[in-house]
């Protein structure tokens, strides 16, 4: 079972076992229940690679 479908089988409403104790029995860290992963704007990704390029093209 990969990540996402143990983060899937994570019942918050489950009254007999918390959050806590699931996390801890399919091996997750509850902070990646809590939070979504930020996505990167395409314009970012853009000028991060520019930024790269022009880093690995001038010498030091």
Request: aromatic letters at 6%; proline letters at 3%; hydrophobic letters at 40%.
């Amino acid at each position: 079972m990969n990540r996402a479908e143990r983060v899937a089988t994570v019942d918050r409403g489950y009254a007999d076992l918390s959050v806590r104790r699931q996390c801890a029995l399919l091996g997750l860290v509850r902070s990646g229940i809590y939070s979504k992963s930020a996505t990167a704007d395409p314009g970012e990704l853009t000028l991060m690679r520019w930024i790269d390029e022009q880093y690995l093209a001038t010498p030091l």
